[in-house]
């Protein structure tokens, strides 16, 4: 679910506002998950802004002290999830700790980075969840470690349905900063798409939904 209905139209316009969204309705990009797009959101431009960095450190902190039990550890997705992560563990004064898409091939052939407890309580930093494959990758990563995940923010969210039961079967409460659908509500609002643009990326959404 979003956060906060006035941060969530926020914070789609600063996505807007710096061209984090991408279209392409004639030259589809390609998800991780093999998924072709017409839309892609690039949320690690926003480490490039500092007033737009500050704002979703400030909200994630927010979301994760009024939602969660005070974790004794933050965790950061590779990749975009370690530097958002890593600013809001800095705010909260907290351990920090990532988690990569694959073990290492060498050294110490870790899969966790940082040092982590048994039983230690953790909230995941995310940037952007699609079909949540890999992200929930992550949560049962650190579940097998011995730690108690007691949920996941993330700044953006497809809302596939394929998402939202993959988070519920593992539950992982998700709370994101903005949506899909502010997303595309925002971008008509301001001249960033136009009507055909809407039409192409709803339809991209119900057949999705409909899979």
Sequence with gaps: MIYNRTISL??????????AVKLSPNDLFTWASGIKSPIYCDNRITLSFPAIRSFIR???????????????????????????????????????????TSKKDHGLTNLIEGRIEAGQKVVVVEDLVSTGSSSLEAVQALREAG???????????????????????????????????????KALSTGYINDNDLEILRKFKADLSAD
């Design 10 to 19: 926020q914070a789609a316009g600063y996505l807007l506002e710096i061209r």
């Design 58 to 100: 400030e909200n994630f902190v927010n979301a994760i002290t009024g939602t969660f039990e005070m974790p004794g550890l933050i965790a950061g997705v590779a990749t975009g999830g370690i530097p958002q992560g890593a600013l809001v563990a800095e705010k909260l004064n907290l351990p920090f700790a990532y988690v990569r």
């Design 147 to 185: 730690c108690i995940v007691t949920g996941m923010v993330a700044i953006f969210t497809y809302n596939l349905p394929i998402s939202i039961r993959r988070f519920n079967e593992a539950n992982c409460p998700l709370i994101t900063l903005t949506d899909y659908e502010t997303l595309i509500e």
